[in-house]
């Protein structure tokens, strides 16, 4: 079974501007089931297409499977089985020996930036990077499947 071991902090805009980063990758992703026990989602990138099949979250770490998919099953799927969606710019940025993963949302999400690194055990210590703030590590409202579902503007 794969297990995904993730934090999740909010990101200082004012000090994210201002640095070096590559270009993001956008990404629209639906769920075609969106409960706190479990989500399927699926993700669609410029080039690729995936199925996630994550289960509930337990501190930091919950199942996940994710699979590869052809990008036009991928595309098909959002818009035919898709019950909420977002979109987003992804971008990868290396601090420290470890990557860290920042979402800019946009649509109904905009102005929500949220940085994500994996761990490989729940206790790893990693060094945090002065453009990361506020922990929201568990906090289910900063979930994607529930910013597809509540999002941001609402808030």
């Given amino acids: 079974m794969g297990v995904e071991i993730e934090r999740k902090f909010l990101v200082n805009e004012s000090k994210w501007i201002k640095i070096e980063k590559l270009q993001g990758n956008y990404y629209k992703q639906g769920y075609l089931l969106a409960d706190p026990n479990k989500t399927i989602r699926i993700r669609l990138t410029d080039s690729n297409g995936y199925l996630t099949i994550k289960g509930k979250t337990q501190g930091a770490s919950r199942p996940e499977f994710e699979y590869a998919i052809p990008k036009e099953d991928a595309q098909q799927l959002l818009e035919q089985f898709s019950i909420f969606s977002l979109t987003k ?16 949302f946009l649509g109904d999400n905009s102005g929500l930036l949220i940085a994500e690194i994996e761990l490989t055990h729940e206790t790893e210590q990693f060094e945090i990077p002065d ?13 994607n499947s529930n910013l597809s579902k509540h999002p941001y503007k609402n808030w």
């Fill in 131 to 143: 453009w990361v703030g506020k922990e929201v590590t568990g906090e289910a409202k900063y979930y």
């Fill in 89 to 104: 710019i992804r971008y990868r940025i290396a601090f420290k020996n470890k990557v860290w993963e920042v979402d800019e």
